[in-house]
């Protein structure tokens, strides 16, 4: 008896595969990236020579190179989670990992952030003399940029945990492989596309005489 022919199934959907956990800090991932993207514009506003830049340069230039910096850094962070929260959605093999690195590097950006803040100079310190800042509108900022923080900092930590979790690591690595259309006398009637290919049937050897 000849070996049969391999059988086909079809690959079930990526949605159906995975975890409503990767769903959600996908989605997060993707409207946080794209926040943060669109934040490296604000770079510019420091590059730009005016009164405020100047004494900012002057007077603070620590802060004044933190602020670019940690922009930049951020920003270029930003952009690699919008990227790899795509592909998470897509349960790519290699955007888990990813999602891990460019996680531990954002907390620890944030983390850097939330120590500097106590030994940043005020803002009323960072406007030139003749600049009026209402005190109000300074603690609103504060509570505003600590809560932001923070939140990153969950959000992170969150990803990190979720993303090295045993469920997690099985559904990236069982994206299925790619096999091509099945064609001839084996194809299953009316359907068309692509397949996932199942080991071959090996049938039993016939019972000794």
Same mark, same amino acid.
């Given at each position: 008896?000849?070996?049969?022919?391999?059988?086909?199934?079809?690959?079930?959907?990526?949605?159906?595969?995975?975890?409503?956990?990767?769903?959600?800090?996908?989605?997060?991932?993707?409207?946080?990236?794209?926040?943060?993207?669109?934040?490296?514009?604000?770079?510019?506003?420091?590059?730009?020579?005016?009164?405020?830049?100047?004494?900012?340069?002057?007077?603070?230039?620590?802060?004044?190179?933190?602020?670019?910096?940690?922009?930049?850094?951020?920003?270029?962070?930003?952009?690699?989670?919008?990227?790899?929260?795509?592909? #998470?959605?897509?349960?790519?093999?290699?955007?888990?990992?990813?999602?891990?690195?460019?996680?531990?590097?954002?907390?620890?950006?944030?983390?850097?952030?939330?120590?500097?803040?106590?030994?940043? $100079?005020?803002?009323?310190?960072?406007?030139? $003399?003749?600049?009026?800042?209402?005190?109000?509108?300074?603690?609103?900022?504060?509570?505003? #940029?600590?809560?932001?923080?923070?939140?990153?900092?969950?959000?992170?930590?969150?990803?990190?945990?979720?993303?090295?979790?045993?469920?997690?690591?099985?559904?990236?690595?069982?994206?299925?492989?790619?096999?091509?259309?099945?064609?001839?006398?084996?194809?299953?009637?009316?359907?068309?596309?692509?397949?996932?290919?199942?080991?071959?049937?090996? $049938?039993?050897?016939?019972?000794?005489?």
């Amino acid at each position: 008896m000849s070996q049969m022919q391999n059988y086909y199934s079809p690959a079930p959907p990526v949605s159906s595969r995975r975890p409503g956990s990767v769903t959600a800090l996908s989605i997060i991932g993707i409207i946080i990236g794209a926040i943060g993207t669109l934040g490296l514009f604000g770079i510019i506003s420091l590059l730009v020579d005016g009164d405020v830049v100047r004494w900012m340069r002057t007077k603070h230039p620590i802060f004044y190179w933190y602020s670019i910096g940690s922009g930049i850094v951020g920003g270029g962070a930003a952009i690699g989670l919008l990227i790899a929260s795509i592909r #998470s959605l897509k349960l790519a093999p290699s955007a888990r990992s990813s999602m891990i690195w460019i996680a531990t590097i954002m907390l620890a950006v944030q983390v850097v952030g939330l120590i500097a803040l106590p030994i940043a $100079p005020k803002q009323s310190d960072l406007l030139p $003399p003749g600049y009026v800042i209402s005190p109000h509108a300074v603690k609103a900022q504060s509570f505003i #940029s600590i809560f932001m923080a923070l939140a990153m900092i969950c959000y992170m930590m969150f990803v990190i945990i979720v993303f090295r979790s045993a469920a997690v690591v099985a559904a990236f690595n069982s994206m299925p492989v790619e096999a091509a259309p099945i064609t001839g006398p084996y194809a299953p009637p009316g359907q068309s596309g692509y397949y996932q290919q199942q080991p071959p049937f090996n $049938p039993p050897p016939p019972p000794p005489a």
